[in-house]
């Protein structure tokens, strides 16, 4: 069985299930690389590999430092 298309209606009702359910929603963000329970604002993100190497394809040309 493939998984429901992206923003279908299928895909949109599986999303409020997740959403109403701590257990699925740990689960979904686990898969997706997130510490479940923990925003960013809160320290409990840390930036992967990937994500500081296309930092300037994600955000433009900006200096890092600043």
């Keep these: 069985m493939k998984p429901p298309k992206k923003n279908s209606s299928e895909w949109r009702k599986n999303e ?34 990937a994500y500081k190497a296309n930092y300037d394809l994600i955000f433009g040309k900006k200096d890092k430092d600043e």
Excluded at 20 to 48: C, M, N, Y
Aim: a positive charge.
């Design 16 to 49: 409020k299930l997740i959403a109403q359910h701590p257990g699925l929603r740990a689960a979904r963000d686990i898969s997706e690389g997130f510490t479940p329970g923990k925003s960013v604002g809160t320290g409990g993100w840390t930036p992967s590999e």
